[in-house]
């Protein structure tokens, strides 16, 4: 049942994400937004890009109207007001995943990209690049945390799922 794999892989997107936020939390505001060679520049802009894509995904897949936003704002200059919000959002996704049904998953969606270009996906794929999108990212993150003095958090699904 794709359902509860689903399911499981928003409950591991919340867990991760908080491993990610408390322990860039360790971290000085100049330390996470630094700039480094990574693609959002920094901690801070790569967990902004997070939250873009999420917005955007979730809109796309509950068929509300998907907001134009480029996929490299900053939404949330301030940590604690982006970390609350992630809270939220991660919980948004946690009720898009209980309520899902086989008939959806299974089904097709029309939707245009940020570059104005018009698709039409399998569900099971685009749910599946959605917690896929939010996991390379976190993984680049992970990256520039081994380029500060805090440690980076185990993100490996089976020790956060199972510990």
């Given amino acids: 049942m794709l359902q509860k794999h689903f ?3 928003a409950r591991y997107n919340t867990l991760a994400n908080r491993r990610v936020y408390d322990t860039c939390a360790l971290l000085a505001d100049e330390e996470r937004k630094r700039v480094r060679p990574a693609f959002f520049k920094s901690i ?16 796309r897949l509950t068929g509300k109207e998907t907001p134009f936003i ?3 704002t900053i939404l949330y200059e301030d940590f604690a007001e982006l970390n609350a919000v992630r809270i939220l959002e991660d919980r948004r ?6 309520e899902l049904t086989e008939e959806f ?5 029309k939707y245009i990209n940020s570059q104005g270009k018009f698709y ?3 569900v099971e794929l685009l749910i599946t690049h959605f917690f896929n999108h939010q996991t390379h990212h976190r ?10 003095e805090i440690a980076p958090p185990v993100l490996d699904m089976h020790r956060i799922i199972n510990p």
């Fill in 93 to 98: 996704i946690e009720e898009f995943a209980a």
């Fill in 139 to 148: 993984g680049q993150i992970h990256d520039m945390l081994t380029q500060t």
């Fill in 120 to 122: 039409e996906d399998p």
């Fill in 70 to 72: 480029k996929l490299d």
């Fill in 105 to 109: 998953i299974k089904g097709t969606m």
């Fill in 7 to 9: 399911q499981m892989l």
């Fill in 44 to 59: 801070h802009g790569t967990l902004n890009h997070i939250m873009v894509g999420d917005r955007i995904w979730l809109s």
